[in-house]
């Protein structure tokens, strides 16, 4: 690969856009120790250091903080890139952490304060069911889902897949049902702790990675009524401000699809509870033009370091 092309078309990028700095922001949610069948979009270690590594030498890793002041004050350097993770994985901590100190990049974790506590995140507990339960299917017709195949790994990477898009938008009622059927059909496992704890989360904050909100229990907002959406938004930003002992001022929307996951509601609620700025999950760069708090975030699914380098000059040409 050549690095110096990508170095060039970025500044030919940044010349053109002159006045109007892009800063492309990825968006990362566990870090892998191996590979999964089951994780197929989750970057394992390997995959994870040699995107870093090319963050590094080919573009100007800002953290959002700064991302956000240059655009302000007209000064973004070109090939301008951050990066975040959502949920707050124990696995950013572990394994992250060390590549990105090693190669001194800033970067920002959006902490779901729920699950400090050592539980698991619904999507994992579905995860884990699909994984091990050694049934030939599963039966999820009470909850009109239908029934599911675990006759192969394929057929269980692909009942995953349709099974969390399914649960995503089951009511967190119904949902909560769902999960605790599987933990009854899964048993007890020492499988708990995927998550980060209080100390992980100041020992990151310590180390130069902002922590920023992502609600406590991570619902799809507008399956919530108003009062309970304030109520997650606010109590995330005074829950990671007590951990981590200063002010939380950025914000993630859970998945994050504009007006699907969110809507204007609670664009006005992150705004009243006290956050600066908050992040989508739309395609794209940020720029001056965009709303302070819908800014486009996404996943760097690519997997050579060619197309994951014009994957993110696309974004910066495009705005
Ligand atoms: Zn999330």
């Known amino acids: 690969m050549n690095e110096h092309i990508i170095r060039s078309t970025g500044n030919a990028i940044a010349s053109v856009t002159r006045g109007n700095g892009r800063v492309a922001i990825v968006n990362y949610h566990r870090v892998l120790a191996a590979p999964s069948p089951f994780l197929a979009s989750e970057p394992d270690i390997d995959i994870f250091t040699w995107q870093m590594e090319l963050l590094a030498r080919c573009f100007n890793v800002l953290s959002l903080r700064e991302a956000l002041a240059a655009i302000d004050s007209g000064r973004v350097p070109p090939r301008a890139v951050c990066i975040t993770f959502d949920d707050g994985y124990?696995?950013?901590?572990?394994?992250?952490?060390?590549?990105?100190?090693?190669?001194?990049?800033?970067?920002?974790?959006?902490?779901?304060?729920?699950?400090?506590?050592?539980?698991?995140?619904?999507?994992?507990?579905?995860?884990?069911?699909?994984?091990?339960?050694?049934?030939?299917?599963?039966?999820?017709?009470?909850?009109?889902?239908?029934?599911?195949?675990?006759?192969?790994?394929?057929?269980?990477?692909?009942?995953?897949?349709?099974?969390?898009?399914?649960?995503?938008?089951?009511?967190?009622?119904?949902?909560?049902?769902?999960?605790?059927?599987?933990?009854?059909?899964?048993?007890?496992?020492?499988?708990?702790?995927l998550m980060l704890t209080p100390e992980m989360v100041v020992n990151l904050d310590r180390h130069g990675i902002e922590i920023g909100a992502h609600t406590v229990t991570h619902p799809i907002l507008t399956s919530l009524d108003d009062a309970s959406a304030m109520q997650e938004i606010r109590d995330s930003k005074r829950e990671l401000e007590a951990i981590v002992g200063k002010p939380v001022t950025l914000f993630a929307y859970p998945n994050g699809k504009v007006g699907k996951d969110f809507d204007h509601r609670h664009v006005a609620m992150v705004r009243e509870a006290g956050f600066q700025a908050a992040f989508t999950t739309a395609v794209g760069a940020i720029t001056r033009h965009h709303d302070r708090y819908q800014l486009p975030r996404s996943r760097p699914w690519d997997e050579t370091p060619m197309r994951f380098a014009l994957r993110l000059l696309q974004w910066l040409a495009r705005g």
């Open 90 to 193: 124990r696995s950013v901590h572990d394994l992250a952490l060390p590549v990105l100190r090693r190669l001194g990049l800033p970067a920002t974790v959006f902490v779901s304060s729920g699950y400090v506590d050592g539980r698991n995140m619904w999507n994992d507990r579905i995860v884990e069911a699909v994984e091990t339960l050694p049934a030939e299917e599963l039966d999820l017709a009470e909850f009109g889902l239908g029934v599911y195949s675990l006759r192969s790994v394929d057929d269980r990477a692909a009942t995953l897949g349709s099974l969390t898009e399914a649960s995503k938008y089951l009511p967190p009622q119904e949902r909560s049902r769902l999960v605790g059927r599987l933990q009854t059909l899964v048993g007890e496992r020492a499988s708990e702790g």
